[in-house]
């Protein structure tokens, strides 16, 4: 059974970092395409940021710049970094995986995290 597990959220003011783990169990992160999604309210989801299993990596124009997105495949660990934030990235972020051998064009993720509150104050 795979599980994602995010942490790392908070408050945080505007131009402040945070840099949010997800932990995967069930689930060799060295195999498939994973990835952060975010979904604000009254808004529709927004994958912001994914690395595919080659490590090539794709960003959302509104965080490129500004997120990025890493593997640790040795310890199962999905990051996201987050540096200057905006009160426009306040929203749940998720983390989520394509099955072992898909790539980052499967939409959307079979397989998702609980999501972590990121709050951006300005």
């Known amino acids: 059974q795979v599980q994602l597990v995010e942490s790392g959220g908070g408050s945080v003011q505007a131009g402040g970092a945070l840099r949010l783990p997800c932990a995967a169990a069930?689930?060799?992160?060295?195999?498939?395409?994973m990835g952060w999604v975010r979904q604000a309210l009254g808004k529709e989801r927004e994958r912001v940021a994914q690395?595919?299993?080659?490590?090539?990596?794709t960003y959302a124009d509104s965080v490129k710049g500004r997120f990025t997105i890493a593997k640790d495949n040795a310890k199962g660990i999905l990051y996201l970094q987050m540096n200057s934030l905006k009160p426009e990235d306040t929203a749940m972020y998720y983390c989520?995986?394509?099955?072992?051998?898909?790539?980052?064009?499967?939409?959307?993720?079979?397989?998702w995290g609980r999501g972590t509150q990121v709050t951006v104050s300005s």
């Open positions: 989520a995986a394509t099955r072992p051998g898909d790539g980052c064009y499967i939409r959307p993720f079979p397989y």
């Open positions: 069930g689930y060799t992160t060295s195999t498939g395409c």
């Open positions: 690395t595919a299993v080659y490590r090539s990596t």
